[in-house]
């Protein structure tokens, strides 16, 4: 989704342009000129600005160093060996967990259910105070991204459809205009979304940011060889999980 109180969007900069029609993506995601309209772009393709709207029913949300602990495989101290993260239902490739600086190792240190959201420290791993890389006390942050619930979804929605929960999202969950055509930001908008690799790492602004396999904001450009989507003004917190880039 699109933060549009946090967003600056240029009035000259905003066009119109017909979908592809098989087309589906979250606002926020990168647009690209595809053979039969306005697509979500990927690796491979030549970014055209940011979607300015939703055109699909799965939305999902980012959520940012959201912390935890103590997490402990030996459960010493009264720790746990399992915490249950604020959402389930996460999307698979899209979680990072650090325990301080210390980015862990899935499978190695913790394993996560991404249906039920249950994330459990491994045997041996940097989460078991009985082994000698216990680390940070057990005390972590996850990064990840969720699909919407019915009833979250329902909760952001007056009676005629629009977005009233949330700081000024998106206006609607299906907005390809009648005649088939959506908008698409342009270079010298502002933008706030939350359409970001939520397993990288964002740490500073000033970073170019690129579309990823999923037409999700990353700062790693992929081969070498991608044009720039943005660049990064403001970074994701717990507390405001939303990237700022200026469209180039």
Do not use: C
């Not at 690209?32 to 970014?47: C, L, Q, W, Y």
């Not at 720790?79 to 979680?95: E, F, P, R």
């Not at 990288?200 to 990353?218: E, F």
Request: proline share 4%.
């Amino acid at each position: 989704m699109i933060n549009r109180n946090l967003s600056q969007f240029n009035a000259n900069r905003i066009g119109t342009l017909l979908a592809a029609p098989t087309a589906a993506w979250e606002a926020g995601q990168v647009a690209k000129i595809g053979a039969s309209g306005i697509d979500v772009a990927g690796t491979s393709d030549t970014p055209f600005g940011i979607l300015a709207n939703n055109h699909m029913d799965a939305l999902t949300r980012a959520v940012y160093a959201e912390a935890h602990g103590p997490v402990d495989y030996a459960q010493a101290g009264g720790a746990t060996a399992s915490v249950t993260l604020a959402h389930n239902n996460i999307l698979a490739n899209s979680y990072a967990v650090y325990a301080g600086t210390t980015l862990l190792v899935a499978g190695t240190d913790y394993t996560l259910n991404t249906t039920t959201g249950i994330l459990t420290a491994v045997a041996s791993g940097k989460l078991d105070s009985a082994h000698g890389t216990y680390t940070n006390g057990g005390m972590i942050t996850v990064n990840y991204r969720y699909y919407l619930t019915v009833a979250e979804k329902a909760g952001f929605l007056d009676a005629n459809g629009q977005i009233i929960g949330g700081p000024g999202m998106d206006n609607n969950f299906d907005d390809v205009y009648p005649d088939g055509h959506t908008t698409v930001l342009l270079s010298g908008n502002v933008v706030f979304t939350d359409q970001f690799d939520t397993a990288a790492a964002w740490t500073v602004p000033g970073v170019k940011v690129y579309a990823d396999a999923n037409g999700r904001l990353s700062p790693t450009n992929s081969g070498g060889t991608q044009e720039p989507v943005g660049l990064v003004i403001s970074v994701p917190t717990a507390t405001s999980p939303w990237l700022g880039i200026v469209v180039l």
